[in-house]
């Protein structure tokens, strides 16, 4: 018997997370007879990856200096990005605008809301949140509003899989009228 290691390596994607879990746990040395086979399993996580196609390197090693390595293939499924804005016209104030933004594509873990211009708010702003496919959700676009505020231009931007759609909002209080 040779007292062997399990090493994953790291893929080129950071976001791809890989590794050895039950026996063989990276770093955790188990006995291996000689002509013996074993199954292991080697667990990842790929929710933030944008790419479908990795390659890492797997070895088992020994302290006697017996090695052997080969590379694991992993295609990810990326889901289809497919966000539709609708413009639902001014919110109750007057002040701002109402959005309809619907997921056309698949279900979605990593979508991002946000303004391009840090005068213009989005409610709700989201970072990293669930949209299930079919789902719709009712975004606010609203100025921030300080002293000599007349107006404010700028984008309402949703994204997944670093896949942005943005929405052009360009809100004004009436000619001849500040705050």
Not at 19 to 47: C, D, H, I, T
Not at 52 to 72: C, F, K, L, Q, W
Not at 132 to 147: D, H, W, Y
Request: proline letters at 8%; a negative charge.
């Amino acid at each position: 018997p040779m007292m062997v290691k399990l090493v994953c390596g790291r893929p080129a994607d950071p976001d791809l997370l890989l590794g050895f879990v039950g026996e063989g746990s990276e770093g955790k040395p188990f006995s291996l007879e000689p002509g013996e086979e074993r199954e292991f399993m080697l667990v990842f996580s790929a929710q933030d990856v944008c790419t479908p196609n990795h390659t890492v390197p797997v070895r088992i090693t020994s302290d006697s200096g017996y090695s052997d390595e080969a590379e694991v293939a992993v295609e990810v499924r990326l889901p289809e990005v497919k966000l539709v804005w609708e413009e639902l016209g001014p919110d109750e104030s007057g002040t701002g605008m109402k959005l309809r933004l619907t997921n056309a594509g698949d279900n979605l873990t990593d979508l991002s809301l946000a303004s391009d211009n840090e005068r213009l708010a989005v409610d709700p702003a989201v970072d990293h949140g669930v949209f299930p496919a079919g789902q719709s959700m009712e975004v606010l676009a609203r100025p921030v509003l300080f002293e000599g505020y007349t107006g404010v231009k700028g984008n309402v931007i949703a994204s997944a899989l670093r896949k942005p759609t943005s929405h052009p909002v360009e809100l004004a209080l009436k000619e001849g009228e500040q705050v």
